[in-house]
């Protein structure tokens, strides 16, 4: 009988041990990737703010200079566009997915594929460079969304590191 008892002690302490670990798995591993809105309108340009400072502690020690953000794109209607990335301080690798996983490189030719009525996927891999990690603003980039030829819509991403004093 003592057996079985300590048998079930034991067992529920492992399960209690696997529930605080994996808070603290969440809790280190934390803002490793963004989801963000853009809703785009003709002329306009919005900015979004990326802070890396906010990474966990083990996205901070394995790639804290890598970032994705994962997107949905909506526009004023049923517009065909094109997204090109573009920054000095940043590269910047664009593609689209869906749950069935992630797509192919876009080329600045490609036209955004929709999901689901005016929304459109849009996934932004972001890898600045190690030294920058130490600035307070780490680098700026632009996402310059076309229909044809002509510029519809621009969003500004700046990414920060709150973690270093301005």
């Known amino acids: 009988m003592d057996k079985k008892w300590i048998r079930r002690a034991v067992l529920f302490l492992l399960a209690v041990a696997i529930v605080f670990g994996s808070i603290g798995f969440k809790r280190y591993n934390q803002h490793e990737r963004a989801m963000e809105k853009y809703v785009l309108h003709e002329g306009k340009t919005i900015t979004k703010v990326v802070d890396l400072g906010r990474q966990g502690v083990l996205k901070n020690l394995v790639n804290p200079h890598l970032f994705s953000i994962y997107g949905s794109v909506q526009t ?66 632009r996402l310059k969304f076309y229909r044809g030829d002509e510029l519809y819509a621009t969003v500004v991403l700046q990414v920060i590191n709150s973690g270093v004093k301005q």
Do not use: F, Y
């Open 76 to 141: 004023d209607g049923n517009v065909p566009l094109r997204c090109v990335g573009e920054s000095d301080s940043m590269q910047m690798m664009l593609s689209q997915g869906t749950k069935k996983g992630i797509w192919d490189e876009l080329k600045p030719t490609d036209v955004l594929r929709k999901t689901r009525g005016t929304r459109v996927a849009l996934n932004v891999e972001i890898k600045v460079p190690r030294e920058a990690l130490k600035k307070h603003d780490v680098a700026q980039g």
